[in-house]
T-cell receptor, first 111, second 116 residues
């Protein structure tokens, strides 16, 4: 069974601060993909990033970066220099063709 | 259309009433998913279609829930004899390919169902 845990329920920061979101997962599969989605108040889930289980290289894409550590089953996500528009609920998910989501972390960025 | 479209956006149903939720996926997308999102929770998988075939319905919570995609495009999620615990946002997602691990799913804005 797939399980994703996001221990942080809410994070509140002031604009321009960095925000790191934690994600821990459980799976018996040897090949899998991890995703991060953003859910703004409008409701639709917006794809942000994905990482496969064979590639532990950390990457940066614009203001987003991620830290994937297979040894600790963690897939953390960082927003650098946060902006008010980043305010949303962020979901980590494990994909075995259907997504298993964590409970989400609500990020509030204050001006 | 440009994105996944769901209707209605909001639905209020009296307990015991039947409801039908519609999903219009991105044109040409083979895969279609339904998820249920309770307040303050992450979405949970309900069912999966590949074209018109319903290949996975393991997440449907009871036999009151029924989904169809008869022509491999538009899908309808039907809930019979609604109960208060059915209150949630129902999200539809589509993706281009079949059951791929790395496939990006595109989500609609959801239908918020409130059962009173």
């Amino acid at each position: 069974a797939q399980k994703v845990t996001q221990a942080q329920t809410e994070i509140s920061v002031v604009e321009k601060e960095d925000v790191t979101l934690d994600c821990v997962y459980e799976t018996r599969d040897t090949t899998y993909y991890l995703f991060w989605y953003k859910q703004p108040p409008s409701g639709e889930l917006v794809f942000l990033i994905r990482r496969n289980s064979f590639d532990e290289q950390n990457e940066i894409s614009g203001r987003y970066s991620w830290n994937f550590q297979k040894s600790t089953s963690s897939f953390n996500f960082t927003i650098t220099a946060s902006q008010v528009v980043d305010s949303a609920v962020y979901f980590c998910a494990l994909n075995d063709y259907k997504l298993s989501f964590g409970a989400g972390t609500t990020v509030t960025v204050r001006a | 259309g440009a994105g996944v479209s769901q209707s209605p956006r909001y639905k209020v149903a009296k307990r015991g009433q039947d409801v039908a939720l519609r999903c219009d996926p991105i044109s040409g997308h083979v895969s279609l998913f339904w998820y249920q999102q309770a307040l303050g929770q992450g979405p949970e998988f309900l069912t999966y279609f590949q074209n018109e075939a319903q290949l996975d319905k393991s997440g449907l919570p009871s036999d009151r829930f029924f989904a169809e995609r008869p022509e491999g495009s538009v899908s309808t999620l039907k809930i019979q004899r609604t109960q208060q615990e059915d209150s949630a946002v129902y999200l539809c997602a589509s993706s281009f390919g079949g059951r791929g691990l790395n496939t990006e799913a595109f989500f609609g804005q959801g239908t918020r169902l409130t059962v009173v």
